[in-house]
């Protein structure tokens, strides 16, 4: 129970939240259908070298005193509308392990057994706090992490923040530097700029936005019987072919959109083909951190939203020609952000199930600390193997992420059928021959 004056603040969710909130009341309502619940996320990595748990340990709870939503909790019972309630403190216990004694191939067992475990133990929405640490030692100098935690409290954006702090704080811990006390801004500012933008949405712009869209797109490849059992997400990555990301972005320069606007047009010209269709709809994750919030990049939160996209395209156009349609249409899109998904697509007589998958251009400050080769966590420690693992509610979902060179990721519940959909998608962005525009796109290409 709730104590009183524990209590720093309430403020009501965020649609996003929201929508988590309800998922998450949906699978504790079919627990028996085994498997994790949807929105739990985990990251998993090795630390090499002399760590030292009890500054490792203080330096994560000083991250939890630090930002207000890794101790905030999200209780049952509400009257009009769920709220979160944040805490004015909340221990964070590191869980510890020994294993020691065990060769590579067991050490690497029983992490992936450790990671497997948590995954089947879900995270309580009204317990605080809304993650857990699990540091098993192997021997002295060879350590491995499980942190389990809740979409619910941040956004891919927020992992290189909290890698970035626990770095600095273990450092400053080790080094008995002063640390003084911190806060960063409150994720309930946040919540009341995005409360002012919800009413100023129009839903009138949806209902013209989709105006004359008929018919919901197929996924190639897609079930028509799902099959049954828990919800196990299988990806593969695809690596485009030497210098097609550059092309892209080139080409996306040259014509005021982003490489996200390109990769958006390009997905929703092959969603139309196999559809056999010019204007298809599908989701896309949207980043809704505003420059006018002081410290926004720096807080702890999910500061995203799912937004509908609507892509059209006349017989012949070129890509450069869609970018630029587009284009034009961006900047009233993107005011309309932070409207609700199910108040978008109400206001135009949709379904709530007519965003049946989503598209995602992973753009986050995730340091190279925490990417490929070993690379220094802190003085003498360093990081390799880091793992991330996230369910969802969506049958599919395409990721893609830019850097030296771009990654293609699409992602499906264990569904053989999808198979087709993820590497025709690949293969098609990495030659750029999407038809029936495809030779126009290939020409725009080339020119750029």
């Given amino acids: 129970m709730l104590k009183k004056e524990n209590i720093a603040d309430v403020y009501p969710l965020t649609p996003f939240q929201e929508g988590l909130v309800y998922r998450e009341m949906v699978d504790e309502a079919s627990e028996a259908q085994g498997g994790p619940h949807a929105y739990f996320q985990q990251l998993a990595f090795r630390l090499h070298g002399p760590l030292d748990l009890v500054c490792f340990e203080r330096a994560w709870q000083l991250l939890v005193d630090r930002h207000d939503m890794l101790r905030t909790v999200f209780p049952r019972k509400f009257r009009d509308r769920p709220l979160q309630v944040v805490l004015r403190g909340c221990p964070l216990n590191l869980l510890h392990e020994r294993h ?92 009341t700029w995005l409360e002012t933008c919800r009413q100023r949405a129009h839903p009138g712009f949806w209902k013209a936005y989709f105006q004359g869209f008929e018919a919901v797109p197929v996924l190639p490849g897609r079930r028509l019987d799902p099959l049954p059992g828990p919800r196990l997400p299988g990806s593969e990555t695809r690596h485009l072919i030497n210098g097609t990301s550059d092309r892209l972005q080139r080409l996306a320069s040259a014509h005021r959109s982003t490489l996200s ?6 997905w929703g010209v092959f969603l139309a083909k196999h559809n056999h269709s010019r204007d298809v709809l599908f989701g896309t994750v949207r980043s809704l951190r505003p420059v006018e919030l002081p410290g926004i990049d720096d807080m702890i939160g999910p500061c995203i939203a799912m937004v509908p996209l609507r892509v059209r395209h006349g017989a012949g156009q070129s890509l450069v020609g869609l970018l630029e349609e587009m284009a034009g249409q961006r900047r009233a899109w993107l005011d309309q952000a932070a409207c609700p998904l199910p108040d978008a697509l109400a206001a135009a007589g949709l379904a709530h199930d007519a965003i049946g998958h989503f598209l995602v251009v992973e753009n986050y400050p995730l340091a190279e600390a925490f990417q490929g080769a070993r690379q220094v966590f802190a003085g003498g420690v360093t990081v390799s193997d880091v793992a991330f693992w996230a369910v969802n509610d969506y049958e599919f979902f395409v990721r893609a992420t830019p850097g030296q060179g771009l990654r293609i990721k699409p992602g499906a519940w264990v569904t053989p059928g999808y198979s087709r959909t993820q590497e025709a998608f690949s293969v098609r962005v990495s030659l750029a021959g999407i038809e029936p525009v495809g030779f126009r796109i290939k020409n725009d290409l080339r020119n750029h």
């Fill in 100 to 191: 020691e004694g065990l060769d590579a191939a067991g050490r690497e067992q029983v992490l992936q057994a450790r990671c497997l475990a948590r995954r089947q133990d879900p995270l309580p929405l009204d317990a605080a706090p809304l993650m857990r640490v699990s540091c098993l030692r192997f021997d002295a100098q060879d350590h491995a992490v499980v942190w389990d935690f809740h979409h619910i409290l941040m956004d891919g954006w927020c992992i290189g923040i909290v890698q970035q702090e626990l770095s600095s704080l273990y450092t400053a811990l080790q080094c008995q530097t002063v640390i003084p006390p911190s806060k960063a801004l409150p994720f309930g500012r946040y919540v």
């Fill in 261 to 266: 606007d390109v990769l958006q047009a390009l």
